[in-house]
């Protein structure tokens, strides 16, 4: 066999077929794409409305569907923040599979499309899907997945170009009868070719210049998108609102009332609002213009009204209430419990005067963005704090805490009495109708448990020797507190000063000096509610119904 003849068997090696370099910048070309996709969707979402985001109508439906184990561990685990952990996780999903969608756009372009596709209908499924969810929707998904699509045969094409004839390899056309000057430059200008696309088949510096476009395309939509999403945004309108004074106002503090102004590490009495808790299943908050706000009730009343936002503040039966909210998923020893001052109408009036049926023995309330909360009417009626709530520590509610109103029952867990951003309240039955968290399997009945805390020593803190302080709060709402002790190591319980008592639904500081000498501690609390019941040390996690036992730490002092 010739020289000649061996040519062309040389240029079907995996050097022409498989270039150098070519699947890591497939991989490449897959994140940029999603970038792509990701971008022009917020930027649809700008027009849409911000829950419309792909990431975001993801984001819920995996709150929606995963199980209650790992909801709580989420919880535990991260927070205040377990709705960025979310955000955080689903973006590396999707860059994972954008690498593999590169990957595979690399061997078969409509599979490549097919992979971008099935991203944008997950999208637009988990937007529409949504309880509070529509067609419009979907625009944003459906618009990120063309735009990642095409984004995609344009960073795939330059590493899929057909391999050139490499030098040596004998011309395509016959070189019969030709001179041999020619064939020598023939060959020399396909080595040049080569040279340039600096690899078969593959032409980096297009790939590059596309990848540049790609991704300022997607720095620029996306931020572009995030900025036309502040037009939702109802910070100024809720600045302008004004709380009305109260008819009923909260029982004044007496002197001394706060033991943090003396206890270094002690919880205040009062949680500033930026500092207070947060579970909710909103990834994004709901934003309602005071002016487009109604409140309408129905189901089991004689007379069915809605309100707006105005009929509700004008009211001249304001109340303003100092109330301790818990949250069912915190943990023994957890601060996933507030303290604020609350200012909103009776909600057992409310009911009343549209006549609520006696057949009705569930509120079910529905936030704006399709959350259900059920609560207990008998509560609802009969615990005298309860209120339909419109302001929080002197100024209107947060938008993240409820904006433009929120109900509240002292005395239950958030997850059957805190509906925030509510606009319906529904008289049914439980009977009638499972809401969000009983069709997860949590109790209808959630009474919060009687509860203490230590604040300070941390635990495992190591701290100097000599007389410091124990402190920390206890809650038992609607009943109030009446002792807190202490033990030490398996000493005697010893009783703990308290705050002063200002109201039933408010926790209560407590302090217990004691003298350290070097060595190592434990200390344990537990609290007496007014009606005589002790802290029960039998631990139980907080599903279904919220935690309880003795918290327990180890310190230690040298």
């Given at each position: 066999?010739?020289?000649?003849?061996?040519?062309?068997?040389?240029?079907?090696?995996p050097?022409?077929?498989?270039?150098?370099?070519?699947r890591?910048?497939?991989a490449?070309?897959?994140?940029l794409?999603a970038g792509v996709?990701?971008g022009?969707?917020?930027?649809a979402?700008g027009?849409?409305g911000?829950?419309?985001?792909p990431?975001?109508?993801?984001?819920?439906?995996?709150?929606?569907l995963?199980?209650?184990?790992?909801k709580q561990?989420?919880?535990?685990?991260?927070g205040?923040?377990?709705k960025t952990a979310?955000?955080?996780?689903?973006?590396?999903?999707?860059?994972l599979y954008a690498?593999?969608?590169?990957?595979?756009?690399?061997?078969s372009?409509?599979?490549g499309?097919a992979g971008?596709?099935?991203f944008?209908?997950?999208?637009?499924?988990a937007a529409?899907?949504r309880?509070?969810g529509?067609?419009p929707?979907a625009?944003?998904?459906?618009?990120?997945?063309?735009a990642g699509?095409?984004a995609?045969l344009?960073?795939?094409?330059?590493?899929?170009l057909?391999?050139?004839?490499?030098?040596?390899?004998p011309?395509?056309?016959?070189?019969?009868?030709r001179?041999a000057?020619e064939v020598?430059?023939d060959?020399?200008?396909?080595?040049?070719?080569?040279?340039?696309?600096k690899g078969s088949?593959m032409?980096r510096r297009?790939f590059?210049?596309t990848?540049?476009?790609a991704?300022?395309?997607?720095a620029?939509?996306?931020?572009?998108g995030r900025?036309l999403?502040?037009r939702f945004?109802?910070?100024?309108?809720r600045?302008?609102?004004?709380?009305p004074a109260?008819a009923s106002?909260?029982?004044?503090?007496?002197p001394?009332a706060?033991l943090?102004?003396?206890?270094?590490g002690?919880?205040?009495?009062f949680?500033?609002?930026?500092?207070?808790?947060?579970v909710?299943?909103?990834?994004?908050?709901p934003?309602?213009?005071?002016a487009e706000y109604?409140?309408?009730?129905?189901g089991?009343?004689?007379?069915?009204?809605?309100y707006?936002?105005?009929?509700?503040?004008?009211?001249?039966?304001?109340?303003?209430r100092?109330?301790?909210?818990?949250?069912?998923?915190?943990?023994?020893?957890?601060?996933l419990?507030?303290t604020a001052r609350?200012t909103?109408?009776?909600?057992?009036?409310?009911l009343?005067?549209n006549?609520i049926q006696?057949?009705?023995d569930?509120?079910?309330c529905?936030?704006?963005?399709?959350m259900?909360i059920g609560a207990?009417t008998?509560a609802?009626?009969?615990?005298?704090?309860?209120m339909?709530a419109?302001?929080?520590?002197?100024?209107?509610?947060?938008?993240?805490h409820?904006f433009?109103?929120?109900?509240?029952?002292?005395?239950?867990?958030?997850?059957?009495?805190?509906?925030k951003w509510?606009?319906?309240i529904?008289?049914?039955?439980?009977?009638?109708f499972?809401?969000?968290?009983?069709?997860?399997d949590w109790?209808?009945?959630?009474p919060?448990?009687l509860?203490?805390?230590?604040?300070?020593p941390a635990?495992?803190?190591?701290?100097?020797?000599?007389?410091?302080p124990i402190a920390?709060?206890?809650?038992?709402?609607?009943?109030g507190?009446?002792?807190v002790e202490v033990?030490v190591?398996?000493?005697?319980?010893?009783e703990?000063?308290?705050?002063p008592?200002?109201?039933?639904?408010?926790?209560r500081?407590?302090?217990?000096p004691?003298?350290f000498a070097?060595?190592?501690y434990?200390l344990?609390?537990r609290a007496?509610?007014?009606?005589?019941?002790?802290?029960t040390?039998?631990?139980?996690a907080?599903f279904?119904d919220?935690?309880?036992?003795?918290?327990?730490?180890?310190?230690?002092?040298?």
């Open positions: 066999m010739t020289t000649t003849e061996q040519a062309p068997a040389s240029a079907t090696g050097d022409v077929a498989a270039p150098r370099g070519r890591p910048l497939a490449v070309a897959g994140l794409s996709a990701l022009i969707a917020e930027l979402a027009l849409v911000p829950a419309s985001s990431v975001v109508a993801v984001g819920d439906t995996v709150i929606t995963v199980p209650e184990p790992v561990f989420a919880i535990a685990t991260f205040a923040n377990d979310l955000v955080v996780g689903t973006l590396v999903l999707v860059a690498v593999l969608v590169g990957l595979v756009a690399l061997r372009r409509r599979l499309v971008t596709a099935l944008g209908l997950i999208g637009a499924l529409v899907t309880p509070a529509g067609l929707d625009l944003p998904s459906v618009v990120g997945a063309l699509t095409l995609l344009q960073l795939v094409r330059p590493l899929t057909p391999a050139p004839a490499p030098a040596g390899a011309p395509a056309v016959d070189d019969a009868g001179h000057d020598v430059l060959r020399l200008r396909g080595a040049l070719a080569m040279a340039d696309r088949g032409d297009r590059f210049l990848g540049g476009i991704l300022g395309a997607a620029a939509t996306g931020g572009g900025l999403q502040r945004d109802v910070s100024a309108a600045g302008d609102l004004a709380l109260p106002p909260a029982a004044a503090l007496p001394g706060d943090a102004e003396q206890v270094e002690l919880t205040p009495l949680t500033p609002n930026r500092d207070f808790y947060r909710d299943t909103a990834i994004t908050v934003q309602i213009r005071p109604t409140l309408t009730l129905r089991m009343f004689d007379s069915p009204r809605t707006t936002l105005a009929d509700l503040v004008d009211r001249d039966d304001v109340i303003e100092d109330i301790t909210l818990t949250c069912v998923s915190n943990e023994v020893g957890g601060t419990a507030s609350w909103g109408i009776p909600l057992g009036a409310l009343r005067e006549g006696s057949r009705s569930q509120l079910v529905r936030s704006q963005d399709g259900t207990s008998r609802a009626l009969e615990v005298e704090d309860a339909v419109f302001g929080q520590n002197g100024e209107p509610l947060p938008v993240e409820g433009p109103v929120r109900m509240l029952i002292p005395g239950l867990y958030g997850y059957v009495s805190a509906c509510m606009t319906e529904e008289a049914s039955t439980y009977d009638a499972d809401v969000y968290w009983t069709a997860r109790a209808r009945q959630a919060v448990k509860f203490s805390r230590i604040d300070t635990p495992l803190r190591r701290f100097p020797a000599g007389r410091r920390g709060v206890a809650w038992a709402q609607t009943r507190i009446a002792r033990r190591d398996e000493e005697e319980w010893q703990a000063q308290l705050s008592r200002v109201d039933a639904d408010l926790w500081q407590w302090v217990l004691f003298d070097p060595g190592s434990q344990t609390v007496t509610a007014a009606d005589g019941e002790v802290q040390g039998e631990r139980a907080p279904p919220g935690a309880s036992g003795l918290q327990s730490i180890r310190v230690i002092a040298t």
